[in-house]
């Protein structure tokens, strides 16, 4: 007799949807997050007009860059306001994704949810992937709603700047808010790939928290530390600061510069591809061991 329903890879993504949203806690997550990166953005917006605010006021005590005098200030001087949005956005939404990505795998494992979902669904590999592509969605909502909201936010609380860039529509503008969309995906799923190959929550958060945020600024540390005394530094900690650029965090976020550094090793989009194939790697491996590894 023919089943009527058919397991098909939509049908298991549904599935999944349904099972992280049947959870307060994905709401309340989902709403905290947003909440608190248009707060970021208000935030963010109001200290960079009082800091304009305080340059024209009081010129003689203005830090501007040499040569640069508070009546000769241009929309960019003083930043970019897409920039500081995304920047307000990663800072607590990335910490936020980065524990949902490995949450959404590692509670079933901890839970023994895992040997039902495997058991309804034989071929494991659909199974990751319907869940990957259910937290590139679900991120995607959150930072475009949060970046919908803060945005008009701070160009409301920016209006009329003499110093920092208002505009939306400009290529830079584009290639920042973008990119931040598309870093905060592959951050999304590379933790996620890490979570199914450690399979234990607090392992795989601390590996993701030392990868995605400690590495970067230990090797920071590392390099500068010993490069007081040179303008670039040399030798191993040239090599050790080439190593750094092409961590996931610090390639992934070239793409939200505004103005890439000339000796950098990646451009934008270079580093987006580079934080891509990290993301790539951890799924392919993760979908390797789960084929490999029992329940």
Same mark, same amino acid.
């Given at each position: 007799m023919a089943r009527p329903?058919?397991?098909?890879?939509?049908?298991?993504?549904?599935?999944?949807?349904i099972k992280i949203f049947s959870l307060r806690s994905?709401?309340?997550l989902m709403l905290i997050t947003v909440?608190?990166?248009?707060?970021? +953005?208000?935030?963010?917006?109001?200290?960079?007009?009082?800091?304009?605010?305080?340059?024209?006021?009081?010129?003689?005590?203005?830090?501007?860059?040499?040569?640069?005098?508070?009546e000769d200030l241009q929309p960019g001087d003083l930043g970019m306001l897409s920039y500081n949005m995304t920047q307000a956005c990663g800072f607590f939404g990335q910490l936020m994704f980065v524990i949902l990505s490995i949450l959404i795998i590692t509670n079933e494992y901890s839970s023994g949810m895992?040997?039902?979902?495997?058991?309804?669904?034989?071929?494991?590999?659909?199974v990751l992937?319907?869940?990957?592509?259910?937290?590139?969605?679900?991120?995607?909502?959150?930072?475009?709603?949060?970046?919908?909201?803060?945005?008009?936010?701070?160009?409301?609380?920016?209006?009329?700047s003499i110093g920092t860039d208002l505009s939306l529509t400009s290529p830079t503008s584009v290639r920042i808010l973008g990119g931040f969309m598309v870093e905060m995906a592959l951050i999304a799923?590379?933790?996620?790939?890490?979570?199914?190959?450690?399979?234990?929550t607090a392992g795989s958060i601390g590996a993701a928290?030392?990868?995605?945020?400690v590495l970067p600024i230990a090797l920071g540390y590392i390099t500068g530390a010993f490069s007081l005394s040179q303008a670039q530094p040399t030798g191993w900690r040239k090599w050790l600061s080439d190593i750094a650029a092409f961590l996931p965090t610090n390639a992934g976020g070239t793409v939200v510069q505004i103005h890439p550094a000339a000796d950098a090793i990646l451009n934008p989009w270079q580093g987006? +591809?580079?934080?891509?194939?990290?993301?790539?790697?951890a799924v392919i491996v993760s979908l390797l061991v789960t084929w490999r590894r029992d329940v």
């Open positions: 329903y058919k397991l098909t890879f939509l049908r298991i993504v549904r599935s999944e949807w994905t709401w309340w909440a608190v990166n248009v707060g970021m +953005c208000s935030a963010i917006a109001a200290v960079a007009r009082m800091n304009e605010n305080l340059i024209v006021a009081n010129p003689d005590a203005a830090q501007l860059p040499p040569g640069l005098r508070p895992i040997r039902s979902t495997f058991t309804t669904v034989p071929r494991r590999g659909r992937i319907a869940k990957t592509v259910v937290i590139v969605v679900l991120c995607l909502i959150v930072f475009s709603v949060s970046l919908a909201a803060g945005w008009p936010l701070g160009h409301l609380i920016q209006e009329n799923v590379f933790c996620f790939g890490l979570g199914a190959i450690i399979r234990s928290i030392g990868t995605i945020l987006i +591809c580079v934080l891509g194939a990290w993301a790539l790697a």
